[in-house]
């Protein structure tokens, strides 16, 4: 059973209507079976439905229930690792030498355009502003960082732009920042009306969707793997398994191998139109270089949505929202005693790397998992790989297995500990981080 607050909260609220689902029945064959109704299984089905593939689509709860309902929208390009240390991460992967650069990293420097290609094509009501995001510094060290960062996107031939004190408070809205890079691939969606209008899209294209359809064991017989629910039973001779960070059943395994991050967002009713028109005019989403990082942005509707790393339990719920309060103020103090509407929180799978795994449990069957915080981009165009590689028409991403973490269950709950005192400390020195 999921915490109360472990759910979609706002999202949920303002997405569109899902598209009709039910549980699978009965006995059911398919050229390709994927498990997971997030942004990568969605992006797969209907990627490989449209190339003419008979697809079926298995997941355990609602479309959207994990990561690509609970995240703060943000559709960012490449991963939070700076351009150059991720092709060095990437470059003994791709055998190096004459083989050239990795070629994730350019895949996904391009992965936002893909998002705003397919809302377009399918006429996706997410609330999709391709507006731009930006990272914004608060200090010194921030700056230099962001420095950094532009000139290795710049050397690649993207037109980032570096911001200084005056810009960056016209884009934001506020004094509390010193510079800010602002990414034009980059932008915002609503998260879960995203997710639940690839699944339109997937069914469109001849894609079946079963919901609250948990697969329970999977085994090979031959050249056919055997999927088993409650109530059903699949066979297909490709498998594509998108779980992630919330995978169940077979795919628990490597979800464990990930370390879990909570990360929480509160939001507002709707501002005055007088107020929101002073807050990220230009529209963009942000987020700050510190380490445990705030988000900010507003949704269509003109509410506030502030988040940072946290789960929302019993234990930690108040402090948590007393930070979001005093964090919202001290960004914009016009917003100060605004009260919060909407409260939730979901798993980023992480890795020690932050590096994408490949999971291959058998013959025709593969997955990604590991997105570290970049799930929307990313796992739609890696979700066009896999449905190639499931088509034959391409390879798979070469990346490292999941291995077994050790200190798993111990890092997760120090960074949900360390976040919490984080949080709780600013108050107690009435500071504002």
């Known amino acids: 059973m999921l915490h109360p ?5 706002l999202w949920l609220e303002t997405a569109p209507q899902a598209p009709q689902t039910a549980p699978l029945e009965g006995a059911h064959s398919a050229d390709i079976a994927i498990i997971g109704a997030g942004y990568t299984g969605l992006s797969a089905a ?38 150059e240390e991720l ?79 005056e810009a960056t408070r016209a884009r934001t809205g506020s004094a509390a920042f010193r510079g800010a890079l602002l990414d034009p691939r980059a932008g915002t969606v609503q998260p879960l009306a995203y997710a639940r209008g690839l699944a339109r899209a997937a069914m ?50 490597p979800a464990k191998a990930l370390s879990v991050l909570p990360y929480f967002s509160f939001a507002t009713d709707p501002l005055p139109e007088a107020l929101r028109a002073t807050i990220l005019p230009g529209g963009e989403g942000a987020w700050n270089t510190a380490r445990i990082l705030t988000s900010w942005r507003l949704d269509a509707a003109g509410r506030f ?24 103020a001290h960004l914009y103090p016009a917003l100060a005693g605004q009260p919060f509407r909407h409260a939730w929180f979901g798993r ?56 077994r973490d050790k200190l798993r269950g111990a890092r997760g709950l120090g960074l949900r500990a360390g976040a919490a005192v984080w949080h709780a400390l600013g108050r107690a020195l009435g500071a504002r981080f």
């Open 305 to 328: 949505i502030i988040g940072s790393v946290g789960w929302l339990g019993r234990a930690d719920m108040a402090l948590h929202r007393a930070w979001a309060a005093r964090r919202m």
């Open 204 to 253: 469109a294209a001849g894609a079946a969707i079963h919901t609250r359809s948990p697969v329970q064991a999977a085994e090979r017989l031959g050249d056919t793997w055997r999927l088993r629910t409650p109530s059903g039973q699949l066979s297909a001779p490709r498998v594509i398994w998108a779980g992630n960070a919330y995978g169940t059943g077979p795919a628990a395994a």
């Open 46 to 83: 209907l990627h490989a439905a449209a190339a003419g593939a008979r697809v079926v689509l298995l997941e355990a709860d609602q479309i959207g229930a994990g990561g690509s309902g609970r995240n703060v929208g943000l559709v960012n390009a490449g991963l939070w690792l700076m351009p």
């Open 348 to 403: 980023i799978g992480t890795t020690l790397d932050a590096l994408p795994r490949l999971w291959q449990p058998g013959p025709g069957a593969f997955g990604l998992l590991g997105y570290n915080g970049r799930g929307i981009a990313p796992g739609t165009v890696l979700g066009r790989v896999l449905a190639e590689a499931a088509l034959g028409k391409g390879a798979l991403p070469a990346l490292a297995a999941p291995a």
């Open 87 to 165: 092709e060095r991460r990437l470059a003994p992967l791709a055998g190096g030498g004459d083989e050239g650069p990795h070629p994730l990293a350019n895949l996904l420097g391009e992965a936002p355009a893909a998002v705003w290609a397919l809302i377009e094509r399918h006429g996706i009501d997410c609330e999709a502003r391709p507006k731009g995001t930006l990272h914004c510094a608060p200090d010194a060290a921030g700056l230099a960082a962001l420095r950094a960062r532009a000139a290795q996107w710049q050397a690649r031939g993207v037109a980032v732009e570096l911001l200084g004190g």
């Open 5 to 9: 607050n472990d759910h979609p909260g």
